[in-house]
């Protein structure tokens, strides 16, 4: 959200608990109450000019919560991309051979829930980010987001920073990529 605080976008927070928000230290964020599991309360976003969905899987969340999503936010009628994961679905073995061990091994049970989340999303127009591995670090100067038909199988498993991610969404958010369904971020 600083992030895009700091380029200058107005910005709408979606929230379970608008009461546990807290406003980052630059710039102001509205906040509205929602909850992809309780459709009918969700929020009209009519006057929201694409959506960054980061949607993922809390503590006592069951199964679902990312077929809800995905379900939701197509329903919108906004531009919407949307966070994923490298190694699911579509781009199962994408990522290497080590990597997509150790998908199976940590993710496990959630990669076909992804997979039938970024399907619901890609049916309705959605570009979604297949993000490798996310760590903590700083945003990347030579970052660049790469078609999935075109993303080089790395020998290494792949990661990037969580702000450099950010970055990349909000970079594809302004200058969309023609013809985009599945991007891989990458720090290049």
Do not use: C
């Not at 579509?90 to 990597?99: D, H, I, L, N």
């Amino acid at each position: 959200m600083e992030q895009a605080l700091q380029r200058g976008h107005e910005v709408v927070a979606l929230v379970r608990r608008p009461g546990a928000y807290a406003q980052p230290e630059q710039g102001r964020v509205e906040v509205r109450e929602a909850d992809v599991t309780q459709p009918a309360a969700f929020p009209d976003l009519g006057d929201v000019g694409v959506i960054v969905s980061a949607l993922g899987i809390s503590k006592g969340d069951g199964p679902g919560t990312l077929v809800a999503g995905a379900k939701v936010l197509s329903g919108v009628g906004v531009r919407t991309l949307s966070l994923g994961a490298l190694g699911s679905g579509t781009s199962a073995g994408a990522g290497g051979g080590m990597y997509q061990g150790i998908m199976r091994l940590f993710v496990g049970k959630e990669l076909a829930e992804k997979a039938e989340a970024d399907a619901i999303a890609l049916a309705n127009g959605a570009t979604v980010f297949h993000a490798p591995d996310l760590r903590v670090g700083g945003v990347t100067q030579t970052r660049r987001n790469i078609p999935l038909a075109r993303y080089p199988k790395p020998v290494m498993p792949p990661w990037a920073s969580r702000a450099t991610v950010a970055a990349l969404m909000l970079d594809e958010a302004e200058k969309p990529t023609a013809g985009a369904e599945i991007l891989v971020p990458v720090r290049a």
